[in-house]
């Protein structure tokens, strides 16, 4: 939702920011119930896209968000 109202709003880099919380947080809850540890302590969402099996061609985009 914030994403979503900081865009509207025209503020890139908070939804750049707000963005790249979302996909990191949902990508560390799908290693969490896959693998039933903490996720790695990383931001890098390259990094867990890859180490949670995520297909190459879904992580091109997220290569953009880790930099936001």
């Known amino acids: 939702m914030t994403a979503r109202v ?21 990508i560390k809850a799908l290693l969490v119930e896959r693998e039933r540890r903490q996720p790695p302590r990383t931001h890098d969402l390259v990094v867990l896209a890859r180490r949670a099996g995520v297909p190459e061609d879904l992580t091109g985009g997220l290569m953009s968000l880790t930099r936001a």
């Open 6 to 26: 900081t865009l509207a709003g025209e503020r890139w880099s908070a939804t750049s920011f707000f963005a790249q919380q979302v996909a990191e947080k949902a």
